[in-house]
């Protein structure tokens, strides 16, 4: 049996994006709240000092692009950007209009030239043509995990998110099993890494609560998991 997505959809409609980047003199970022703007510099903080040089990144699971756009925000030296999603509404929204996309190609000068950043929609288990021959230097998982419900969503999106990289896979969620509750599920996705993963190792983990202000960090068993692929020269 094949499964759609049924987790947590995106809370940005196409005209809330609209609306969020007109008129403001911060870019088109009003519509994201501050914790992502701080994970983001935590994240950046963090892992500056354990990865080698990158200039492209995959967001799996980019929602309403806020978390992207912050790390493009603060990692200039990214020439290409790319997210995926499972919300056709929201990917539509975005290829349309990003708020604070315009401002980003107006500040930043990719070491490559031109900034490449685009959106693009999947069902969970079939990459788009597009993606079928790219690879990435970093790709992220930023809370995506735990809003997927179902084992055999689960297993391709993992199988998805490893075989993506050529170098690193960031990932921030729990690592705690539990039954579904409030549309959530708890997997130990270490577990899977561990079996499925064997080219990759693990080579930091940092618990959420410890990088950033305890008013933007509502999930305390929350972490940031970075593994690196084993061809890298660590």
């Known amino acids: 049996m094949r499964y759609r997505y049924s987790g947590s959809s995106s809370p940005w409609s196409a005209g809330q994006l609209q609306r969020a980047g007109e ?19 935590k994240i950046v903080r963090w892992s500056q000092n354990l990865l080698q040089p990158v200039d492209s990144m995959l967001d799996l699971g980019v929602g309403d692009g806020c978390q992207m756009l912050m790390l493009l925000k603060t990692m200039p ?7 995926l999603d499972v ?6 929204a975005l290829q349309t209009f990003v708020p604070g996309k315009e ?7 990719p070491l490559g030239g031109e900034l490449d950043v685009q959106f693009f ?25 735990m809003h997927l ?6 297993e391709a999106y993992m ?15 729990d690592n705690v099993a539990h039954p579904t509750l409030n549309h959530l599920r708890g997997w130990r996705f270490t577990d899977w ?13 940092a618990p959420m609560r410890s990088l950033c202000p305890e008013d933007t960090c509502n999930r305390t068993n929350d972490a940031l998991w970075l593994y690196a692929h084993k061809s890298l020269e660590l």
């Not at 030296?77 to 997210?83: C, D, K, S, Y």
């Not at 490893?162 to 969620?173: A, D, P, T």
């Not at 890494?193 to 983990?205: F, G, H, I």
């Open 121 to 145: 929609h999947y069902d969970g288990f079939v990459l788009p043509a597009e993606l079928e021959r790219e690879r990435f230097d970093v790709v992220l998982s930023l809370q995506v995990i």
């Open 23 to 41: 008129g403001d003199s911060r870019g088109g970022f009003s519509h994201c709240p501050a914790a992502y703007f701080y994970r983001s510099v």
């Open 103 to 109: 401002e980003l190609l107006e500040t930043f000068q």
């Open 77 to 83: 030296q990214l020439a290409r950007v790319w997210g």
């Open 159 to 173: 199988r998805i998110l490893f075989s993506l990289s050529k170098k690193y896979v960031i990932i921030q969620n």
């Open 87 to 92: 919300s056709r509404t929201i990917v539509n």
């Open 149 to 154: 419900l179902e084992d055999e969503l689960f």
């Open 193 to 205: 890494v561990e079996r499925n993963a064997q080219d990759w190792r693990r080579l930091a983990r």
